[in-house]
């Protein structure tokens, strides 16, 4: 009978430090995805005390509730956070403004930042992270003056694109001199050293941080992800791909007509037009620069409003048989809700135990 060998010291004298931890400033290269209507302030703070980057997600808020979320954060925890914005929103530079003023570390987009915005923030020192799903998409945002990219795999939830991680992720790095952050498909400490390995500088997690005890998702709602194994990629959401739970819901939008899938979008745009307080010409205005910056038919367009009102009704009212929830594959792997500080302390000691294993390597080195 053999016994199992534990780390090597060298492997537990692994300071976890990267480009990535240099760059922002937090203490572990793991980073919480900015996920619509799940990552507010009390998952982005729980994040950021326990070492990681917590990130705001302020696309579904309005500029104040985006105002009172980075106030928030700022009470909770003097450790750097970030905030997610979508670059094509009518209002991104004010919300560029607010995020000066309060003094976040990171801004983060959901879509290529347009060049101005980018200038604005470095003036202001603030690290510029947009997320990519595509090599020519991370360079052209390198050649702009990025900091970082997070470049998302297919295995990711929400909008993705078909190429896994694992051929995305070192055609990005190789194409870039800024450190790059793999998404899509990470959930443990194996990963992360896996993505390190890569060339990555850290790793960033979405569904993983959606389960824990920090996340504000209602607890019937965590439950249904707990006890799904099965993720798909749709587009009748809002006309683009977009992976998500495979519940009865949205089979059933799979199996609706183009014409029954419009009306309900124009039902849910004036849903959506009521919340945020746009007017129907704000909205068309943004609808031109999505259709636009993202080549989109205005039947796709329409259908965005899907998207915020399908995502809220499940994560916000708990509407699982009404709504839409996002998900990366890494679902069919979970199968607890722990804290964030556990979730993270955890990682890293998998990472340093899967770093002392390496066959034929005397364990992880200081940097």
């Not at 722990?338 to 940097?367: F, H, K, Q, W, Y």
Request: aromatic share 4%; charged share 25%; glycine share 10%.
């Amino acid at each position: 009978m053999t016994s199992t060998p534990g780390p090597r010291p060298e492997a537990a004298r692994w300071t976890a430090r990267t480009a990535l931890t240099d760059l922002v400033g937090c203490r572990y290269p793991i980073v919480q995805t900015g996920m619509g209507y799940v990552a507010g302030a009390r998952l982005a703070a729980a994040t950021s005390n326990a070492g990681g980057l917590g990130i705001i997600a302020a696309a579904t808020m309005s500029v104040e509730q985006m105002t009172d979320a980075i106030r928030s954060v700022k009470e909770r925890t003097e450790a750097p956070f970030g905030v997610n914005i979508r670059s094509d929103a009518a209002d991104a530079r004010d919300r560029v403004e607010v995020m000066i003023r309060e003094g976040v570390r990171v801004a983060s987009f959901a879509l290529a930042p347009k060049q101005e915005l980018i200038a604005r923030l470095k003036d202001a020192g603030i690290v510029t992270m947009p997320s990519v799903g595509a090599r020519r998409h991370a360079e052209k945002v390198a050649a702009w003056g990025v900091d970082a990219v997070i470049v998302q795999g297919g295995e990711g939830g929400g909008h993705t694109g078909p190429i896994p991680t694992t051929l995305l992720l070192p055609q990005v790095v190789d194409a870039v001199d800024i450190p790059v952050v793999a998404a899509g498909g990470f959930f443990d400490g194996r990963g992360l050293v896996a993505a390190l390995a890569y060339g990555a500088a850290g790793i960033a997690m979405g569904t993983r941080f959606l389960l824990t005890s920090d996340s504000t998702v209602g607890d019937e709602v965590k439950k249904l992800y707990l006890g799904m194994s099965e993720t798909l990629v749709t587009t009748r959401v809002d006309g683009v791909p977009h992976r998500v739970l495979k519940t009865s819901f949205v089979e059933s939008l799979e199996r609706t007509r183009a014409l029954t899938g419009l009306v309900r979008a124009v039902v849910n745009g004036a849903r959506f037009k009521k919340i945020s307080g746009m007017t129907w010409a704000d909205m068309m205005r943004e609808g031109r620069r999505m259709r636009h910056g993202r080549d989109l038919t205005w039947a796709q367009v329409l259908q965005a409003a899907n998207t915020p009102m399908l995502l809220k009704a499940a994560m916000v009212d708990g509407r699982t048989d009404l709504g839409v929830m996002a998900s990366g594959q890494v679902v069919s792997v979970i199968d607890d809700l722990p804290t964030c500080e556990e979730l993270i302390t955890r990682v890293m000691a998998e990472a340093r135990d899967a770093l002392s294993r390496l066959p034929g390597i005397d364990g992880a080195r200081d940097r």
